[in-house]
């Protein structure tokens, strides 16, 4: 569908080359020197039908090209449900890539063909970019924020993988693939090996780092319930409102005062430069399993199990 876009706009582009140089040609010659041809002939100063055509026809050509884009800019950003997920973390000089269920690899992405697969994606230290240029792809990828990107591969094979942003000396060496496998082979290729989930490891980082501590299975006045954070509505001290997803818990939790729960104080100390970003990717499963629906029922957002942590506070 990119490839589509592509070609209008480069037949677009010819036609105007093409017209533009027709007519260089054709003036040169008419009025080249010594050609017989009226030069003193007072020309035409104004026709409005000509004027309203060459204004009214750009204008439509760019519409489409703006409407086209867009709607393929909004698909390309809105990622369907039920995507196989994929965190990715870009640094000098490799790409760690780590699935929902705890495989990791390095420098190669395996996907399954006919599934979407959505990439959650954030740089350890510069601006990276991810690009698959068969699945005509690009993403930069930033320090400091959660992008996310999706695609559905329709035919297996093995893909190239760039980084597209000079990120250094080794940059050009940054490279990689993406591997499309049939479903079965996918399946397959999930089991190869011991794997810890994300939500187990984020769970033993949740008390290594003390977050237990205030977020405790029991109610504290200090700190708002985990249980049944993750997806809820959050209304902030300010009276705004935000969805809790992973970037707003990944904030919470490298800078806790930045987005404080109404009715709570800034009590939780910065976990800036302490947390690597690997550990917030397991952390931040785990916060997500604490509101998976359970058969007890979920939402008011107590603790199902034990620990919560987030939105503002927590104790080291
Ligand atoms: Cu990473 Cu260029």
Request: charged residues 20%; contains cysteine.
């Amino acid at each position: 569908m990119v490839d589509l876009l592509y070609i209008f706009l480069l037949l677009v582009a010819a036609l105007f080359t093409f017209g533009i140089c027709a007519s260089i040609i054709y003036f040169v010659l008419k009025y080249r020197r010594g050609a017989k041809v009226d030069r003193r002939r007072d020309p035409n100063h104004s026709n409005t039908a000509i004027e309203i055509i060459w204004s009214v026809l750009p204008l439509l050509l760019s519409m489409v090209i703006f409407g086209w884009g867009a709607a393929l800019y909004f698909r390309a950003h809105q990622p369907p449900p039920d995507c196989h997920e994929v965190n990715v973390l870009a640094k000098q000089w490799m790409w760690h890539i780590q699935h929902s269920g705890g495989q990791r690899e390095i420098n190669t992405l395996h996907v399954p063909v006919g599934r979407p697969v959505r990439l959650r994606m954030i740089s350890e230290d510069v601006i990276h970019s991810f690009f698959v240029p068969a699945f005509r792809l690009k993403q930069d990828v930033l320090p400091g924020r959660y992008v996310t990107m999706w695609f559905e591969a329709n035919k297996a094979g093995r893909y190239h993988l760039f980084c597209a942003e000079y990120c250094g000396t080794s940059h050009s060496k940054m490279i990689g693939e993406v591997v499309a496998l049939d479903p079965a082979e996918f399946a397959e290729w999930l089991q190869g090996g011991p794997v810890q989930a994300p939500e187990t490891a984020g769970e033993l980082l949740f008390a290594k780092y003390r977050c237990n501590t205030c977020h405790t299975a029991a109610i504290n006045p200090r700190c708002p319930p985990l249980g049944g954070l993750f997806g809820s509505k959050v209304t902030l001290q300010d009276g705004t409102r935000l969805t809790a997803d992973e970037a707003y818990v990944r904030e919470s939790i490298l800078q806790p005062n930045a987005k404080i729960v109404a009715g709570y104080q800034a009590l939780m100390p910065s976990f800036t430069g302490q947390i690597s970003e690997l550990e917030l990717f397991d952390l931040v499963a785990y916060l997500k399993s604490l509101s998976k629906p359970t058969p007890a029922g979920t939402s008011s957002g107590n603790q199902q199990r034990d620990g919560p942590l987030p939105p503002q506070e927590e104790k080291r």
